[in-house]
């Protein structure tokens, strides 16, 4: 099945981002990054903002690839699929080389997108992904060199594990910029911030 | 809809990336590291599921030592992809809420329920065989009774409800006299921090306990056979995906290894009507008939399954899980198959929708894709329940057109795609000639029901469980029956193309009621099998949300505490 998705504005100048959700489960929720790239230029969101509900199955049923099973997140077979489908959707809609931008697993799911299409995508942005799902991708994924990428911690808890991701990603030759939000865990001034740094990175060009 | 690509099928391209053999039923984990597995123990375990965790927690509790082992690449089963709810008949939950249930009415409830052809209230098996009967029996006798021993022992408290959406007990699926109870069955493990955990929650225990008491799962064995002397099963052949090692075990072997959802030859060959696949992890591709064959078991009807619904361009073999489409959204909505009428309450549980699919009439499998039809009213207020993309959303799998007219054209193009590429077990369908005509008959029937609030050709709306499926009713629906709102037929209309699929099977090698396989001269020593993998305590039955995890856990707990029992080394020996 294809994904379906969002797509705000086919005509729209400027860069084209792609936005992948995470699970429902994570700190942030895509508000915050929908704001940092509102105005870059057309934006693609695999099934963007479901409402969620606190029921289990509901949350499954949101999202366009499965969280599976269970508790400690994803598995190489859900995210290799899901990686497979961002790949086809990238092919289908020829957006010349977006910005891909992923919450949680969304983060690692973007990070394959993105290793595996180097040559096609722009900038990645990987916000609060788990490092333990970086060793699921796909052992093509990890063995090219990779695109220009951002790792973002969304609050200061998240500051080991954003190094510890950026640590398995040099030990495949992968360079990434990092940063992390140190401020309360949650708010408008968390989000202000989320803005200015993505925003700022992407239009710089993504650090280059 | 975009363009028809040359694109090799999904799971194959993501089966080769991931570095995995693509064929259903291969191995889908790269070889296990070599560890250090025993040589010998009281009890293996094979897979990772309810079941099988509970298997190795009755044993463990019991003082056995015992080696889990799990083929796919994660731990969990079908269970960790679940909700984790277990039926279970005269619960604590219930117990606490004072709710009765009443042992004669919930024997009645189950056998009618799953053994719908003989069922015989005035027999005094109820029309069931001894054998069967007796399982339910157990069943009744013993569930809560092993909900409160994981508790003790503390591998698992399955003491919360299962709530519907508006805070009630979730009803059971069948509404008959002898059922006395309707609500309170469900139940589901106590989260950390309160509430309700789903399956992960509940495999995230399981294996918790199992840990504790030093036992881990180990990730990418397949048990492939048995050792037996004598008629005795004495240990297990593994296969880690680099070489094969024997493991002895003293007191036997539990089988909760799933049923055979993902294997497209053993649906074929057991299966009756067209089944296209699966909902459960790939791995469910019936390890045990084989080796339970080769085990001299008995089996019992191999036709069983937890069936459901899939969306057609969802069906895959290799994927970890498909979500199967757990409850039909929307009022101005009806299911009409390839002659264009209806042929199921839209409303009930998957198992009762999954089931029309296996229908014959007139000389063919006349439901083998139901279309759900809605209007765009129900596209803008049901929208982001699955099936039906969000408000603004570009998705491939549904089909539009303006009016009766324009769907028709659109779904019989679409059909021409879709048919090159139909999952195993469901060959090309067509629309007939006049299906608009016979759609917009059934649309202004429905219709015309829908405003006197009385579906008077399959009931919707009668039934508890249909309010909990459906959720709050749309609140521009003020008609006597909130499950159904006329469908707009002059603006767009949308089609989603359903399967017919299965949780997973659970047919397999007949068990008694201790958990233990029967070969042709009684049971086999030291052979055990709980769960989907083994003939089905419900027979073709679904009586409620958890009737599945339930017989695992039940059944499961008792299997490893015989098997433990058998160890001379924990028990009394043999």
């Known amino acids: 099945m294809k994904l379906a998705y969002r797509d705000t504005d086919s005509a729209a100048p400027g860069l084209p981002v792609v936005v992948l959700h995470g699970d429902g489960t994570g700190s942030i929720d895509l508000t915050g990054v929908a704001r940092a790239v509102d105005g870059l230029g057309r934006v693609v969101a695999p099934f963007g903002d479901y409402a969620h509900t606190a029921n289990g199955m509901e949350v499954a049923g949101t999202c366009w690839y499965r969280i599976l099973p269970g508790y400690e997140g994803t598995d190489p077979v859900s995210l290799t699929k899901a990686v497979v489908q961002v790949c086809d959707l990238l092919d289908d809609l020829a957006l010349g080389r977006p910005a891909l931008i992923g919450c949680g697993q969304g983060g690692v799911v973007a990070l394959g997108a993105g290793l595996l299409r180097a040559d096609e995508v722009g900038p990645v942005v990987c916000v609060d992904a788990s490092p333990a799902h970086v060793e699921l991708l796909p052992p093509a994924a990890l063995a090219g060199p990779g695109p220009r990428l951002l790792l973002v911690a969304t609050a200061a808890s998240r500051a080991a594990a954003l190094g510890e991701l950026r640590a398995h990603l040099a030990a495949h030759r992968i360079d990434s910029d990092t940063w992390q939000w140190s401020g309360d865990a949650e708010g408008q001034a968390r989000d202000d911030a989320l803005t200015r740094r993505i925003g700022g990175w992407l239009e710089e060009g993504g650090g280059r | ?574």
Not at chain 2, 20 to 37: C, K, T
Not at chain 2, 199 to 214: D, I, K, P, T, Y
Not at chain 2, 399 to 414: I, K, P
Request: hydrophobic share 40%; charged share 20%; aromatic share 8%.
């Open chain 2, 1 to 574: 809809m975009a363009e028809p690509t040359d694109r090799l099928p999904l799971g194959e391209r993501v089966a080769a990336l991931a570095g995995l053999a693509h064929r259903p039923g291969a191995r889908l984990s790269p070889a296990a590291p070599p560890s250090a597995v025993p040589e010998e123990c009281d009890v293996v375990v094979a897979g990772s599921g309810a079941a099988a965790l509970s298997a190795a927690a009755g044993a463990l509790s019991r003082g056995a030592s015992v080696v889990i082992f799990e083929k796919g690449p994660v731990h969990g089963g079908t269970t960790a992809c679940s909700g984790g709810v277990a039926h279970i008949y005269a619960n604590s939950v219930m117990q606490a809420a004072g709710i009765e249930d009443p042992r004669p009415e919930a024997l009645a409830y189950m056998a009618r329920v799953g053994y719908p052809a003989t069922y015989d209230p005035d027999s005094p098996c109820l029309g069931l065989q001894p054998a069967d009967h007796a399982l339910l029996e157990t069943y009744y006798d013993r569930g809560a009774e092993v909900m409160a021993g994981l508790a003790q022992i503390g591998a698992v408290r399955m003491e919360a409800p299962w709530l519907a959406w508006d805070g009630r007990m979730f009803p059971d699926y069948f509404e008959f006299p002898e059922n006395r109870a309707v609500r309170g069955r469900g139940i589901q493990p106590l989260a950390p921090g309160g509430g309700a955990g789903n399956g992960g929650e509940l495999v995230r225990q399981l294996m918790a306990f199992a840990s504790r008491r030093g036992t881990e799962v180990r990730l990418g064995h397949r048990v492939v056979d048995l050792e037996m002397e004598c008629g005795v099963t004495t240990g297990v052949v593994v296969d880690d995906g680099r070489a094969c090692r024997r493991i002895r075990c003293h007191g036997g072997v539990v089988f909760g290894s799933g049923g055979f959802a993902h294997s497209p030859e053993l649906r074929e060959r057991f299966l009756r009507g067209p089944i296209a696949g699966g909902s459960g992890v790939p791995s469910n591709t019936g390890d045990l008939v084989d080796i339970g064959l080769r085990a001299g078991a008995r089996f019992g009807g191999m036709h069983n399954g937890w069936w459901n619904q899939q969306v057609l361009e969802a069906v895959d073999d290799y994927a970890n899980s498909v979500l199967d489409v757990w409850a039909i959204p929307g009022d101005s909505m009806v299911l009409v198959n390839r002659l264009g009428v209806r042929a199921v309450d839209e409303k009930r549980e998957y198992e009762s929708r999954g089931r029309v699919h296996h229908a014959f009439a007139g000389d063919e499998y006349v439901n083998r894709i139901m279309f759900m039809v809605y209007d765009q009213r129900t596209a803008d207020r049901f929208g982001g329940r699955y099936p039906i993309p969000p408000p603004g959303a570009i998705a491939d799998h549904v089909t539009s057109g303006s009016g009766v007219a324009g769907l028709t054209v659109a779904l019989a193009d679409r059909l021409r795609l879709t048919n090159a590429a139909m999952p195993p077990g469901i060959g090309p369908v067509g629309l007939v000639p006049g299906f608009a005509e016979a759609l917009a008959t059934t649309i202004s029937r429905f219709n015309a029901m829908a405003e006197a609030g009385h579906d008077g050709e399959f009931g919707r709306g009668s039934k508890a469980v249909e309010f909990a499926f459906h959720g709050p009713a749309a609140p521009d629906n003020h008609l006597p029956n909130p499950l159904m709102y006329p469908i707009d037929t002059g603006g767009m209309l949308h089609a989603i193309s359903l399967v017919g699929t299965t949780f997973d099977t659970d047919s397999g090698p007949l068990v008694g009621t201790n958990g233990q396989m029967l070969g042709a001269s009684g049971p086999i020593s030291g052979l055990y099998g709980a769960g989907n993998c083994v003939d089905g305590v419900f027979g073709e039955g679904y009586p409620g949300g958890g009737s599945t995890i339930g017989p695992g856990l039940v059944f499961g707990f008792l299997a490893g505490a015989h098997a433990a029992a058998s160890s001379p080394r924990t028990g009394a020996g043999r």
